[in-house]
Structures are given as C-alpha cells and as structure tokens.
C-alpha cells in the first residue's frame, strides 16, 4: 500500500459550499485549527483511495483575502485545488476562471496544477429555475483541461467523487514526473 500526502486548497467565492463539501467529506472525526493570520482553515484526514493511503491536507479560506502575499502562502506547495462554484448563482461559474489563475499563479509544485471544478448545490436544481447547465460546467473544465464534477454538500451526492478524481489526477501528475 501507498501513502501519499495530498495538501490541497478549496477555491472559489464565498457561500458557494467549500466548507460544506469539506465538513460532508470529513464527517466528525477531523481535526481543524484555524490559521487567524491567514484566515484559513486548516484540516486533515486520512483515507484510502484505490488501496492507497491518502492524508489530506485540505486548506479552506474562510474570506477574501487582502493581501497577495497572505495568497501566497495560502497555495505554497499545493498539490491540487478543488474549484467549487454554486450551480444556482451563474456568477460564480465565470469567477472560476480568476480563482484557477490565482491558484496556478501562486502554486509551483506542478507546471500544471490539478484541478477539479465542482458545480455544487445540484439539490437546488428542482427549485430554481435558472441554475447552470451541466454542459456549461464541462465546457468551462475543458477549456481549463480540468476535470468536472457536480455534488450536493446537502445531500452529500458525488463528494467521495470529487475528491477521489483530484486524487487521480495528483497521482498521475506524480507519475508522470517520476
Ligand atoms: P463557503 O465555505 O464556500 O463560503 P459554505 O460556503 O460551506 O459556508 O456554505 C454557504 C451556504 O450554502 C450555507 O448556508 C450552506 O449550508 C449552504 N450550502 C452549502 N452546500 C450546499 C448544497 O449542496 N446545497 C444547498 N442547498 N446548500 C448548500 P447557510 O444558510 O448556513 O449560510
Ligand atoms: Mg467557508
């Protein structure tokens, strides 16, 4: 059995569910500790993933942040990001593009950083009529060569998924540069 250590960022604007998705994926059993000078979350998590043991080191901003170099040191040495946007609030899809630079810019572990976008709050479709298509999604993940998922942090649908295809794409990006 592998083990790897994954840090990883959540990305994308405020109330689109990044905490959500982590806390659902988590469960009770994590622990946090609060960076105040960085306004980030820290947790970790150990999981197995295809036989492999998988500790995730997963970063979550807690506002905008001010200052570029608190940017800085928030992405120093992440291995991947997941880039949540809230299906029902259009806006927040196009905003994916900045928060995917922001990250690419800031983190040089990769030449390429793996990236997961992920359309949340799907059980919000029913309700609201004019939520993002699905198409939408997967086109804005091509054109960034990112992977895409849609999730539920409510219902908990596709979070496992979503984490485990970050998973994958960190552990290809190793192999290809071993
Ligand atoms: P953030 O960390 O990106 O800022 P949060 O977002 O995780 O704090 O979530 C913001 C709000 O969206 C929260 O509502 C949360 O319960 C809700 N939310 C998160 N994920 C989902 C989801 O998948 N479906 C639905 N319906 N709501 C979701 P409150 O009311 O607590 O502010
Ligand atoms: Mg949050």
């Given at each position: 059995m592998a083990k790897f250590i994954f840090k990883i960022v959540l990305i994308g604007d405020?109330?689109?569910?990044k905490t959500s998705i982590r806390r659902r994926y988590m469960g009770e059993g994590f622990r946090t500790d609060f960076l105040a000078t960085m306004g980030a979350d820290f947790a970790y998590l150990k999981t197995n993933i295809d036989g492999n043991e998988i500790e995730w080191q997963i970063w979550d901003l807690?506002?905008?942040?001010?200052f570029r170099n608190v940017m800085k040191a928030y992405f120093?040495?992440?291995?991947?990001?997941?880039a949540v946007y809230d299906v029902s609030q259009p806006d927040t899809l196009e905003n994916i593009d900045s928060w995917t630079q922001e990250a690419q810019f800031h983190a040089n572990t990769f030449s390429e950083l793996p990236i997961v976008i992920v359309g949340n709050k799907i059980d919000l479709r029913e309700e609201i009529p004019n939520c993002t298509k699905t198409i939408n999604g997967f086109v804005k993940a091509k054109s960034l060569n990112a992977e895409f998922i849609e999730t539920s942090a409510k219902t908990g649908e596709n979070i496992e998924d979503a984490f485990a295809k970050l998973a994958h794409q960190i552990m290809k990006k190793t192999n290809e540069l071993i």
């Open positions: 405020g109330a689109v569910g807690a506002g905008q942040p001010a120093k040495g992440t291995m991947g990001a997941l």
